[in-house]
């Protein structure tokens, strides 16, 4: 039975609704295939590098309807031409511009960090402008999948562990890339993904299946999801994993039910990279006749690499196992999205090799780039405020850069850089070095050399001892290469790989002040780091601009504003870890007399590291009068949160005013508390401001029993402060 939890989308999938006359034309043109021509449609190759003889007779003969890895204006309308003059379909070109297309944009993930919604639709926006310039109609983009366990690399890809935050960055991510830009040929088609469920793989392990309840899919795993389908998004990536035992490709419940059901998604559901045949090896097909049948049944419109559609569909038809209704149903959903690019009337549209030439790594694309980099890194320690660098003191003549990853370009770009290169990129030393313009001399030493996750280069240890101790500051780069995290990049250790730990403790024990940076994918144990270190900034893998993000940070030419979309744990063994635990029987605090009876750990600490929100800046800000508009509200009326925030340092910055609602008394277990809102507001030295935050029914309601959205009446409490931490507090009752 299908449990209608979730409202019905406002608006439909991008190109779904095109009105009579594009109809009519895709209509015309469905009618006009042939079987062989309409399968076609259905299948996606891909093209790495050159394409071949095969690819180009394939193409030829209709058999190919979409391609991916296929990249370059050039290389794709000479393909797009192979197509048209053999009276073809013209293909639908695709490629996985995750965080960027050329000029490379921090990592999901680190964008999310910077709770900017503009910025980061900012971000989509440039990478859909490159993409389209260089022949690319449509992206595998945004993934929404929300994961508290940092072990699974493509923590790197989403949004971080809350669904408000991941919902409302899906939305603007849709955005961005499908229509910020002023014309089509400069948006691309966005895909949501990875539906659903795919962000709580079983010890974070990628692929790896794990059954999650309904009201944990419903809370956590599909409200992103229908945030993007809310903005338009044109296709959905089905996830490699399964949901009540049943894989995505063959959940009739997701798919049929809650997707198109519930949510209302009209647009074209896509598989990941050889979804159908992984049916055989999950165990529920046994061949991949049978897994074709499954998938094309579940409304499967297209086909990623493994031509099953190419192979079986037709013996499917011949032997009445599936009607022609089915497939000319998928067919019309791929037309209706190239319609929508223009192909129809133009298939050469985004195939102007001038325009790829002016924009890919343009001046405001990389001015973007740095603004996200700056704003996403966080600030984590800056004891007795050792930073910003004072570059005109007298007393700092000399800086060690030291560290694996202090002259890294490849592992700034993360995994998925497109066609980044990383000769483009700004090395953590390069950004210093430009920056200082021999104003202070630096120094450099690798430390310890990264041989995969072995312990590896002590013999480099004394030389960056030496370096230290000649300096007045030694930053030390740290982190892990860029195909550590990502897909297939699941960590069992959440300590940095190698010897990098032992190098940090060496160099502290020098006695010279240490500024340690982190680029890194995903959240790693920095305890031992945070107590070697007089500075700790998270640079996350920032992208083309990262290293002059970094020295922007360090030297004090931008103030951190950064804040994190997720728990940094304090012991590897506290994962998964994540701020918003259901209220339990105990409590979660052990006190001053360590109270066994409750739910935290004997041998270290309950509390993560960095809990979310988390971020500090160079500015102080002191939080007063929290109060409310009113003690109670109906469900018809709403009431109003007002802080006042000063900026109590003599500097600007930028504070994220965070909103966490708690309801006391439920029909079922609830959290301790969930982001609801949150402002940012730019507050110059002394100044105070009052921030405001309306509150009304659509922020108290919740999954209720019958796994419906339900608000119950009853007593909150509102918790305003800079991060998930907070108890400054107050309550209101809903009657």
Not at 179 to 193: D, G, I, R
Not at 341 to 364: A, C, I, S
Not at 395 to 404: D, F, Q, R, S
Not at 442 to 463: H, R, W
Request: proline content about 4%; hydrophobic content about 40%; some cysteine.
């Amino acid at each position: 039975m299908t449990n209608l939890s979730i409202e019905n989308s406002k608006k439909t999938a991008l190109g779904s609704d095109l009105g009579n006359d594009a109809n009519n034309r895709i209509e015309s043109l469905l009618n006009s295939l042939s079987l062989a021509q309409k399968i076609g449609q259905l299948n996606l190759i891909p093209i790495e590098g050159k394409p071949t003889s095969e690819h180009h007779a394939l193409i030829a003969e209709g058999k190919v309807g979409s391609v991916l890895k296929s990249n370059g204006a050039a290389q794709n309308r000479a393909l797009q031409e192979i197509a048209v003059s053999n009276g073809q379909v013209p293909l639908l070109f695709q490629e996985d511009v995750i965080h960027g297309y050329k000029t490379i944009t921090p990592v999901p993930l680190a964008e999310a960090a910077s709770w900017d919604l503009d910025l980061i639709q900012s971000s989509a926006a440039v990478a859909a402008r490159e993409a389209a310039a260089s022949g690319i109609h449509l992206t595998y983009a945004p993934m929404v999948d929300v994961s508290r366990d940092p072990r699974w690399g493509r923590i790197l890809e989403g949004a971080g562990e809350d669904p408000f935050l991941g919902s409302l960055i899906a939305e603007r991510r849709v955005l961005g890339f499908q229509a910020t830009n002023t014309l089509q040929t400069e948006n691309v088609l966005a895909t949501v993904k990875h539906f659903a469920g795919y962000g709580a793989a079983l010890a974070g392990r990628d692929y790896n299946i794990q059954d999650i309840s309904e009201r944990e899919l419903r809370e956590i795993h599909l409200p992103p999801f229908k945030a993007a389908i809310d903005a338009g998004v044109s296709s959905i990536m089905l996830a490699y994993t399964a949901y009540d035992g049943t894989p995505l490709t063959c959940n009739e419940f997701l798919v049929q039910d809650v997707l198109k059901g519930e949510l209302g998604f009209q647009g074209l559901v896509m598989t990941d990279w050889e979804t159908i045949p992984n049916l055989i090896k999950i165990g529920v097909a046994e061949d991949l006749k049978q897994a074709t049948l499954m998938a094309i049944s579940n409304n499967v419109d297209m086909d990623m690499t493994s031509n099953a559609y190419t192979l079986h569909l037709k013996a499917l038809l011949d032997e009445d196992k599936i009607s022609l209704d089915i497939i000319d149903e998928s067919v019309r959903r791929v037309l209706r999205l190239k319609y929508t690019v223009g192909l129809f009337d133009d298939p050469y549209l985004y195939f102007d090799e001038q325009r790829e030439t002016n924009e890919l790594l343009k001046t405001e694309n990389k001015q973007t780039a740095l603004a996200l980099s700056r704003k996403s890194m966080v600030l984590l320690e800056n004891k007795n405020g050792i930073l910003p660098l004072d570059s005109s003191n007298s007393n700092l003549t000399k800086i060690a850069v030291i560290g694996p990853f202090a002259k890294t370009k490849a592992d700034l770009n993360g995994w998925w850089f497109a066609e980044g290169n990383p000769e483009d990129t700004f090395s953590v030393f390069e950004g210093l070095d430009t920056a200082l313009a021999g104003k202070i001399k630096l120094s450099y030493a690798q430390g310890v050399s990264i041989d995969k996750f072995t312990q590896s280069g002590a013999e480099l240890i004394p030389e960056a001892i030496k370096t230290a101790e000649e300096a007045d500051i030694a930053v030390v780069v740290l982190g892990e290469e860029y195909w550590m995290s990502g897909e297939g990049g699941g960590t069992a250790s959440l300590h940095l790989p190698g010897l990098q730990e032992q190098l940090l403790e060496a160099i502290a024990f020098t006695g010279t002040p240490v500024v340690t940076v982190i680029v890194s994918g995903r959240p790693y144990v920095l305890t031992d780091i945070a107590k070697n270190s007089n500075a700790l900034l998270q640079a996350w893998m920032p992208g083309t601009m990262g290293g002059k993000a970094v020295a922007d940070i360090l030297l004090g030419d931008y103030n951190p504003a950064g804040r994190l979309p997720v728990t940094f744990p304090y012991h590897s063994g506290q994962v998964p870890i994540y701020y918003n635990y259901k209220r339990t029987s105990h409590t979660f605090d052990a006190g001053e007399n360590d109270l066994r009876y409750s739910t935290t750990y004997r041998d270290v600490q309950s509390e993560p590291l960095y809990c979310f929100g988390f971020g500090l800046s160079y500015s102080k800000f002191e939080y007063s009068n929290l109060r409310l508009s009113s003690q109670s509200m109906t469900l018809d009326s709403s009431i109003i949160v007002s802080v006042d925030v000063k900026n109590v340092s003599e500097r600007q910055g930028i504070e994220t005013v965070q909103l966490y609602i708690r309801d006391e008394v439920a029909s079922v277990s609830r959290p301790f508390k969930e982001l609801k809102d949150f402002a940012q507001v730019l507050l110059l030295p002394e100044q105070q401001q009052t921030i405001e935050f309306v509150i009304a029914s659509d922020k108290l309601g919740f999954i209720g029993k019958n796994l419906s959205t339900v608000v119950e009446n009853g007593e909150f409490t509102v918790f305003v402060g800079s991060d998930s931490s907070t108890n400054e507090s107050l309550q209101f009752r809903l009657s």
